[in-house]
Structures are given as structure tokens and as C-alpha cells.
């Protein structure tokens, strides 16, 4: 595997939120590094600019709208198309929470966060499902931030912590019927 190519056994995926070194779900990736099922290729930034906001419980979510928003910071990596029914699994793609999709992001040349320069890479992004995508993005007053970092992460709750009794589709439901606070 090249600096930031995969080859067919393997899907390249751009994590943006809770997947990111420092945050809750990398667990997950640092098991698949652990097994060979994934490694790391570098920080990235997307090459259009997308929505990125918070939802309920503070869960982040890109929304598909290329041209709104604003360049957004993450990590890349290669893993094997095994261990991605894995990422695909906790991201709820069968439930309808995401949707992978494709996506363009740069490597910024010597790692360095910010400029449009650095090596072109396709990829694929866990996006908002198309149901509430846009409904997320007007209910955050179209305002999306560059990066999920700590302070973005205030007050996430995790999965395990969230009421069990309603499924996270009606919670999005409510949260975008909400107004903001």
C-alpha cells in the first residue's frame, strides 16, 4: 500500500468526527491498525467545501452538500473492505443513520493543515443519510464549523448512554423539528 493508496482489498475513508484520534469511537480504528485491517495515511482536509455540524447528543454529521459549509479537517486511512462492514456497522449505514459515500480530500503537502495544495486523493466519507441531511444543516442556521475537536465534542453522549427506549432516528427527527438553543 502507497503513502495514501489502497488497493483493491481495501476502501480509503476519511473520518471527521468520533473515529479521529483523541475521540470516543477510535477504539474501533486503533483495533483495526491493531489487527491489519486499517492504517493511518495522514491528516486531510476536503478538497470542496461541506457542512460539517453537531446533532443530537453532539454527534457530528457531514452533510452532502458540496459548495456550503466549510473545508473540513480529519484523517485518512486505508482499511480492508472486511473491517469497513465494521466502521459501516457502527455508523449505522443499514439503519439509516449514514451513508458512505465518495469523496475528494487532500493531503496537505508536508502534513500541514490549511492551503489548497498537497496530494489529491479519492476517498469515502460517512455522510448524514440523504433523509435528514439537509434538515440537519438548516436546523444549525446553515453555520457548520472546519473541524470536530474537543470543545465541538462537549457534551457528547455515548451510545450506550443515550436513551434506549427511542431510536436514534427519532431523536435526529426531533432534534432537527427543534429550534436551536
Same mark, same amino acid.
Given at each position: ?7 483493491? &482489498?481495501?476502501? /480509503? ?8 484520534? +483523541?475521540?470516543? $469511537? ?15 495515511? +495522514? ?13 443530537? #447528543? ?5 452533510? $452532502?452538500? !458540496?459548495?456550503? +459549509?466549510?473545508?473540513? %479537517? *480529519?484523517?485518512? #486511512? ?9 466502521? &459501516?456497522?457502527?455508523?449505522?449505514? %443499514? =439503519?439509516?443513520? #449514514? ?5 475528494? /480530500?487532500?493531503? !496537505?503537502?508536508? *502534513? @500541514?493543515?490549511?492551503?489548497?495544495? *498537497? ?6 466519507? #460517512? ?5 435528514? *441531511? @439537509?434538515?440537519?444543516?438548516?436546523? $444549525? ?17 455515548? =451510545? ?9 432516528? &427519532?431523536?435526529?427527527?426531533?432534534? /432537527? ?5
Amino acid at each position: 500500500m502507497g503513502a495514501a493508496t489502497a488497493d483493491n &482489498d481495501q476502501a /480509503v475513508i476519511f473520518t471527521y468526527g468520533t473515529l479521529k484520534q +483523541g475521540f470516543y $469511537n477510535h477504539r474501533l480504528i486503533q483495533d483495526m491498525i491493531l489487527a491489519g485491517d486499517a492504517a493511518f495515511l +495522514g491528516i486531510a482536509l476536503t478538497a470542496d467545501r461541506y457542512p460539517l455540524v453537531c446533532g443530537p #447528543y453532539r454527534v457530528p454529521f457531514l452533510i $452532502n452538500i !458540496p459548495g456550503a +459549509g466549510e473545508l473540513v %479537517s *480529519g484523517e485518512l #486511512y486505508a482499511v480492508s473492505r472486511r473491517a469497513i462492514a465494521l466502521v &459501516d456497522e457502527l455508523e449505522g449505514i %443499514s =439503519r439509516g443513520h #449514514y451513508e458512505r459515500l465518495p469523496i475528494t /480530500v487532500r493531503l !496537505p503537502i508536508g *502534513g @500541514e493543515e490549511g492551503g489548497e495544495e *498537497g496530494l489529491v486523493v479519492e476517498a469515502e466519507a #460517512y455522510f448524514a443519510h440523504q433523509s435528514f *441531511g @439537509e434538515k440537519m444543516w438548516r436546523r $444549525n442556521g446553515e453555520k457548520g464549523i472546519c473541524a470536530y475537536s474537543s470543545d465541538e465534542a462537549v457534551g457528547y453522549v455515548k =451510545r450506550k448512554d443515550r436513551p434506549q427506549e427511542i431510536t436514534f432516528l &427519532d431523536q435526529i427527527r426531533i432534534f /432537527v423539528s427543534s429550534t436551536m438553543d
